[in-house]
């Protein structure tokens, strides 16, 4: 009889002793908000077991202590942009507006990439001539093609670049192509994928999970290269929101389509694209690309100012937000803004409304229908602060809008892979690319008149009108979003 009740006071007092432990590492663990602490110990405290469990699977942000070792090995072994034969040609700070300048010299103090001049583009007038685009590029490529993609599905875009990359490869272009071991699980798992590799392409998987039992010792499963990077010949490179896959996105169609932005560079950005695609290439595969990188610059050439960065969990933790908010700050007349999923940190919400009240015209694009009805509803708890504070909001109704861009009076262009909220900010590895240019930027304003168009406007009543539970499921879910 006494032997039960020992046992479970021992049980009890390990239980308590856990908890005190995880609390204590709550507290200390550096770069953390307030907000995300006080969130892990309720849910430490309050929920027994499940609580100890869900922090030691993503209570912390850790991709593992060799994956970060080799990454630091590689970042430390490439050469810097700004100092390759040619590049002083290009920089382009004499260049950008006294406005902007700030906000670009935080974007180079991530990576250490300088804005650059000579810069042209295109944004794609869709998902589907995006990747006949880059199909067309890969067909032309002389020398290398470098491929990156959180999602590639095996459909019928998927499969066109599938086909393309292979002629390249047979064609004696070296081709290497790396996906996210979680995001394109279907093609890994795939013949497409082997066929890649029987026809030459060098393969890779970023981030792969492996055995999931095993690799919680190992770091969190659920940190990913969201990442979308196209490099070509070092002349070519695409950014923006759009994985390698059909509009129709077929393993979520009922929220097609997907509605993305793309833009097509040519110039020296593409040098940086490529020094981001090579550190992740390099912290996965025994392939020494860095001497690309040691390649001169073209000299300069005509066109506008532009700069890549990308950030991650191995990286300065407030990097993208940083970036983000001082986008924000920059704006005097107009500031547009689309997203997918919103789930900001105090500082973002702040530097929005704070943008509204100083008389900047703030509008706000997200997706009617979202395929994650968690941030969907976290995300509506913001609206009220935001209408409040004068911000204009929008649901677009014509798909999922995945677009993510700012566009800043009508001159200045934020476009990318990472979405306005925690997982973008401090889990996954995203890159943008931060352009001045006000013809490329009118474009862009263009494509996100064409969202607010099909979109309904979110007004005060609006919200006021929700039912209490709805406020209350809302509001419950937000206070997840450090956890989340």
């Known amino acids: ?233 070092e002349r070519i490179t695409y950014c923006g929101s759009q994985n390698c896959a059909d509009p129709e996105f077929r393993v979520k169609p009922r929220y097609a389509p997907w509605v993305d932005a793309v833009m097509r560079f040519e110039g020296p950005v593409a040098r940086q694209n490529q020094h981001l695609f090579a550190g992740d290439w390099m912290a996965q595969v025994d392939d020494d690309i860095d001497e690309l990188l040691r390649r001169p610059l073209d000299p300069s050439s005509p066109g506008f100012t532009a700069q890549a960065f990308g950030t991650g969990p191995t990286m300065r933790v407030s990097a993208m937000p940083e970036v983000f908010e001082a986008t924000m700050y920059a704006a005097q007349r107009e500031l547009v803004i689309t997203t997918p999923y919103y789930i900001p940190d105090e500082a973002m919400q702040t530097a929005l409304c704070a943008s509204a009240r100083r008389g900047v015209a703030v509008t706000i694009v997200f997706p009617a229908r979202n395929d994650s009805w968690i941030v969907a509803a976290a995300s509506r708890s913001y609206y009220q602060e935001l209408l409040e504070a004068g911000v204009r909001i929008c649901e677009y109704s014509g798909g999922l809008l995945h677009t993510k861009s700012m566009v800043v009076d009508g001159q200045l262009t934020l476009i990318g892979s990472a979405n306005m909220d925690r997982r973008s900010f401090e889990l996954n590895y995203e890159n943008n690319i931060l352009l001045y240019d006000p013809v490329l930027s009118a474009r862009m304003r263009e494509r996100q008149q064409s969202y607010i168009a099909q979109s309904t406007q979110v007004t005060e009543a609006t919200v006021k009108s929700w039912p209490l539970h709805r406020q209350l499921w809302n509001n419950a879910l937000a206070m997840l979003g450090p956890v989340l």
């Not at 080799?70 to 390759?84: C, K, N, T």
């Not at 086909?163 to 279907?186: F, K, Q, W, Y």
Request: with cysteine; proline share 5%; net charge positive.
């Open 1 to 233: 009889m006494h032997e039960p009740v020992i046992l479970a006071t021992s049980l009890t007092l390990l239980h308590l002793l856990i908890q005190l432990a995880l609390v204590l590492r709550a507290l200390l663990r550096p770069h953390r908000q307030p907000a995300s602490r006080i969130a892990w110990i309720v849910v430490i405290l309050a929920v027994p077991v499940l609580g100890i469990c869900a922090y030691l699977l993503f209570g912390e942000v850790n991709v593992g202590r060799k994956r970060v070792a080799r990454m630091r090995a590689v970042l430390d072994q490439l050469p810097d942009v700004s100092a390759a034969p040619g590049a002083e040609a290009v920089h382009a700070h004499a260049d950008l507006p006294e406005a902007y300048r700030s906000l670009f010299r935080v974007a180079t103090s991530i990576n250490g990439f300088a804005p650059m001049t000579g810069n042209r583009a295109q944004l794609m007038a869709d998902s589907n001539s995006t990747i006949d685009a880059m199909v067309a590029d890969i067909d032309g490529a002389q020398e290398h093609v470098h491929l990156l993609f959180y999602i590639w599905l095996p459909d019928n875009n998927g499969c066109k670049m599938i086909e393309a990359i292979t002629r390249a490869a047979r064609r004696g272009v070296v081709c290497r192509v790396m996906v996210d071991g979680l995001g394109s699980r279907l093609l890994l798992g795939s013949k497409h994928w082997r066929d890649m590799g029987a026809a030459g392409v060098r393969l890779a998987t970023a981030l792969p999970v492996g055995n999931p039992v095993l690799r919680i010792f190992d770091g969190r499963i659920d940190l990913r290269n969201h990442r979308k990077i196209v490099v070509i010949d």
